[in-house]
C-alpha cells in the first residue's frame, strides 16, 4: 500500500498476455465404434508478452519471451 508518493517514486501498472499457435481442444463427439480423429499441429508454440505503463509520464515498457517447440514423443 502506497501511503506517500515522493516526486522519484515510479508508479507501474503491469499486464501479460500469452499466445498460443494451436487451438485448444474442449471436447467432440462422435458415433459409438467411430472415433473422431483430430488433426493437431504436434507441437505447442507460443510468446509471452509482458509490459509496463509508467502511469506519470506514459512510458511502455514491453517484453517479449517465445518458447521452444516441445520435443515430439517418439
Do not use: C
Request: charged share 20%.
Amino acid at each position: 500500500m502506497i501511503t506517500k508518493e515522493t516526486e522519484d517514486a515510479v508508479l507501474l501498472y503491469i499486464d501479460e498476455t500469452h499466445i498460443r499457435s494451436y487451438h485448444v481442444l474442449r471436447s467432440t463427439w462422435s458415433e459409438v465404434g467411430r472415433q473422431k480423429q483430430v488433426p493437431t499441429f504436434g507441437h505447442h508454440a507460443h510468446v509471452s508478452r509482458f509490459g509496463a505503463v509508467n502511469i506519470h509520464d506514459g512510458e511502455t515498457v514491453l517484453h517479449q519471451t517465445t518458447a521452444a517447440p516441445m520435443p515430439r514423443r517418439s
